[in-house]
């Protein structure tokens, strides 16, 4: 598994509220990762993609982190 989170924009902040976003975009990608899915958009809580995660191994050693 690869998995990637962009942390530059407005939704981490800085401190606490970035550990609080980041736990809640895993919950997120968590809940995904029960569900079946080998790829998956992560969002921020204002809606920017801020990152990626794949379980597909031959997938994830190709990956290029362009977000």
Known sequence: MKLYIKTENAAFGNGEQMREEIARIL??????ISQG?????????N???VGE???????ASRAF???
């Not at 919950?27 to 995904?32: G, K, M």
């Not at 995660?53 to 997938?59: I, P, V």
């Open 27 to 32: 919950r997120v990608a968590a809940y995904e």
């Open 37 to 45: 899915n080998d790829r998956i958009t992560l969002w921020d809580m």
């Open 47 to 49: 809606g920017n993609v």
């Open 53 to 59: 995660a794949r379980l597909n191994k031959q997938e």
């Open 65 to 67: 982190w362009n977000i």
